[in-house]
């Protein structure tokens, strides 16, 4: 049974850059997509983007190119994703979740890609 | 991007109703769509998977149905705790998308 726990809290001043961690406990971390979603106050869900550890692979959400590096820590379990150039409209709850599990012997992520579970979250609030 | 558009955006009903949320895409997705439950404050949570598989655990009452552009999500009997934010997410291609949650009060 794979477990998702998140860092905590951050308060971020405008321009500057936040990582956010994600420790899994459980399952065979190496093998699936720990995927970043983030939830603004009062707003919907956005999928930001995804590592592969084993590949140590990672594509992002064409909002996020430039600005966002997602990698993964094989030795200690551990997701990482860093935001830079922190705006107020980045103030949102971050979650980290398992999207999928790579299948080393065909090369591909499963065909039907789900979230679950789900980190604790963390908030994020950019602000002078 | 996909675009997801759920309807209602609310819904008001009360307990042991039924009740049925459409999630409508920009493009044919077959069955490549899930739900989710969100209750305030806690993170998302797996609901129903390729459009129409159970998450394990989770009561019956849930279910989900549909195929290509239009799919819903349907409550059979609602219980006090499934008063919550429900959101459909296509896995088609990336960037996965959401809609934009339909939330379901007394």
């Known amino acids: 049974q794979v477990h998702l726990v998140q860092s905590g809290t951050e308060v971020k001043e405008p321009g500057s850059s936040v990582t956010v961690s994600c420790k899994a406990s459980?399952?065979?971390?190496?093998?699936?997509?720990l995927t970043w979603v983030r939830q603004a106050p009062g707003q919907g869900l956005e999928w930001m983007g995804r590592v592969i550890p084993i590949l140590d692979v990672a594509n992002y959400a064409l909002k996020f190119q430039g600005r966002i590096t997602i990698t993964a820590d094989k030795s200690t379990n551990t997701a990482y994703m860093k935001l830079r150039g922190l705006r107020s409209d980045d103030t949102a709850v971050y979650y980290c979740?398992?999207?999928?599990?790579?299948?080393?012997?065909?090369?591909?992520?499963?065909?039907?890609?789900?979230?679950?579970?789900w980190g604790q979250g963390t908030l994020v609030t950019v602000s002078s | 991007d996909i675009q997801m558009t759920q309807s209602p955006s609310s819904l008001s009903a009360s307990v042991g109703d039924r009740v049925t949320i459409t999630c409508r895409a920009s493009q044919n997705i077959t069955n490549y769509l899930n739900w989710y439950q969100q209750r305030p404050g806690k993170a998302p949570k797996l609901l129903i998977y390729a459009a129409s598989s159970l998450q394990s655990g989770l009561p019956s009452r849930f279910s989900g149905g549909g195929s290509g552009t239009d799919l819903t999500l349907t409550i059979s009997s609602l219980q006090p705790e499934d008063f919550a934010t429900y959101y459909c997410q296509q896995s088609y291609s990336t960037p996965y998308t959401f809609g934009q949650g339909t939330k379901l009060e007394i």
């Open positions: 979740t398992r999207g999928g599990d790579y299948n080393v012997l065909t090369g591909y992520l499963q065909e039907y890609i789900w979230f679950d579970p």
């Open positions: 459980g399952g065979t971390f190496n093998n699936y997509a």
